[in-house]
């Protein structure tokens, strides 16, 4: 059975950072790009904010670049999404999406940005 987890997703403030992981089980993460969507409060369309390939090259939405950094550790199963100088709109629920042999996803984890 597949499983992607999501955790880290807080409440934090302008300017804050978080840290996102993403953890697969029954499947080898490392023969997957990593994509990283995000849902905004409200929205019904999921945006596309990052990814990294297998061999660990990176790839950003114009709105994240330089404030986003996407990871993986393939020993771990897992992939991660840190995020600095957060701003309101980047809150939302963030997704995890392994792409390859199949596509997943996991069930998300809530980021808000508020003062």
């Known amino acids: 059975q597949v499983q992607i987890v999501e955790s880290g997703g807080d409440l934090v403030q302008p300017g804050g950072s978080l840290k996102l992981s993403c953890v697969a089980s029954?499947?080898?993460?490392?023969?997957?790009?990593v994509n990283w969507y995000r849902q905004s409060p409200g929205g019904s369309q999921r945006e596309w904010v990052a990814?990294?390939?297998?061999?660990?090259?990176?790839h950003y939405h114009s709105s994240t670049t330089g404030r986003f950094t996407v990871s993986r550790d393939n020993a771990k199963n897992s992939a991660y999404l840190q995020m600095d100088s957060l701003k309101p709109e980047d809150s939302g629920i963030y997704f995890c999406?392994?792409?390859?042999?199949?596509?997943?996803w996991g069930q998300g984890t809530t980021v808000t940005v508020s003062s």
């Open positions: 029954g499947i080898s993460l490392s023969e997957y790009v």
């Open positions: 999406n392994p792409h390859g042999p199949a596509i997943y």
């Open positions: 990814y990294v390939t297998t061999t660990g090259n990176t």
